[in-house]
């Protein structure tokens, strides 16, 4: 399926995006173009098309507004050094998208479909993909029910729609996060959404985010629904607990048990260690271990990854067990050697050895 292109003939001036693009925070300002694809039962996917950016017309009774039946994706462009773009392990957020539709009862998009999407939005907008490290275009690819009626039933019709936004680098080397391990909100059980990346899950998970804000921290961390006691991730992103220090630190990130998000960057994460010549694991750690880890001192950095602020350092954590901080509360060497080895890969200044990097320009 090749994609229909109708571009805008309103597009923001050069002088205006550079404006925007000066500061362009997260999510506050949006190219001139998006993507969208309609899915029936009856016919399959129709033609994706990219048009120009704007609101769009839905009925009040789309399933979408009701029963919540609605998947996203994030991921992002970089700027190379030749000036050229390219995209980060897009092929993983495909596959991604894929399963999280099969959890949510929506239509698979393909691959392909995926994949040319993203390219034709990138190609259309290159002038909105910034150019500093650490700075990107944020692709979201999103999907939901368009079908009307209130009946509860799997959806006859879905919307796949692409949009982007140039994202600043969001690392403040001089400010870990504190967090707040909630025991009073679960944010997924086994046989629930926790794996799949949907909108839903977010939506349960704000008045635990409110919770962390009353008790002064940044960001909720969650733990198991079952025994109340296993560290699963932190908001949206995944958490590493560094053990150790030097070339004998280990990589330590909770399993995925079928609750957590399978976050890329954390996958990523794994092999760099690696790469680096750290050992990674891949095990059940408990809040105890967390508290006795930063209180011995064997745990001395931990970090939380994903797409959005890529490896974000963890100070202190604070529970109804009390509140305790890793290391001397500041970001460790280790947390910023991952990240800056991602950024190199990401931005071109790493050999990609992995082959993690799709060009699109
Ligand atoms: C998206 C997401 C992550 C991180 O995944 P990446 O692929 O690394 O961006 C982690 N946890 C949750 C809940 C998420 O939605």
Redesign the pocket.
Known sequence: MSIKISTSTRKVSDAERAEKMKKPGFGKYYTDHMVVAEWSEADGWGQAELKPYGPIVLDPAAAVFHYGQEIFE?LKAYRQPDGGISLFRPEANAVRFQRSADRLALPELPTETFLESLDALVKEDAAWVPGNVGESLYLRPFMFASEVGLGVRPTNRALYMLIATPAAAYFNSDNAVAVWISTEYVRAVQGGTGEA?CGG?YAASLVAQKAAAKEGCDQVVWIDAKERKWVE?M????LYFVKGSGANATLVTPKLTGTL?P????DSILTLAKDLGYKSEEVMISVEDWRDGVKSGEITEIFA????AVVTPVGSAKSSMGTWVTGDGTPGPITGQIRNALLGIQHGTIADKHHWMRKVL
Do not use: H
Not at 235 to 238: A, P, V
Not at 305 to 308: D, K, L, N, S, V
């Open positions: 994030g990346k899950n991730e908001g949206g992103m995944n998000l976050g890329i960057t954390r990854c994903g797409t959005a």
